[in-house]
């Protein structure tokens, strides 16, 4: 399995933007794609955005599209998730995931990944 480790999470207010990082130990980093999944208190952890290999191809949400964008730096083996105008709805536990192999598509389901961080607080002020 990759570690991976987040960072980038805090208590910003409505309107503000954060930028989480996911940095990868594996020196194959190249080889996965990766994911951002978020987890809100009482509720299932769902998709939020997706990379493949390459960061030719990408997915988001319905709920983040517009506002979130997804990017990948192969050189220092992290993602990154640009988050913009937050909402106080997307308050939640953030995790980064990686699944293996080269596709053009981007994994959406949880099942899909092998490896996850253990997550960073995101919150957000009305």
């Known amino acids: 399995q990759v570690q991976l480790v987040e960072s980038g999470g805090g208590l910003v207010q409505a309107g503000d933007s954060l930028r989480l990082s996911c940095t990868s130990s594996e020196r194959t980093f190249n080889n996965y794609a990766m994911g951002w999944f978020r987890q809100a208190p009482g509720k299932e952890r769902e998709f939020v955005s997706g990379i493949n290999w390459n960061g030719g191809n990408t997915d988001y949400a319905d709920s983040v599209k517009g506002r979130f964008t997804i990017s990948r730096d192969n050189v220092k083996n992290t993602v990154y998730l640009q988050m913009n105008s937050l909402k106080p709805e997307d308050t939640a536990v953030y995790y980064c995931?990686?699944?293996?192999?080269?596709?053009?598509?981007?994994?959406?389901?949880?099942?899909?990944?092998?490896?996850w961080g253990p997550g960073t607080q995101v919150t957000v002020s009305s």
């Open positions: 995931a990686a699944d293996a192999g080269r596709s053009i598509w981007v994994p959406k389901f949880s099942r899909q990944y092998d490896s």
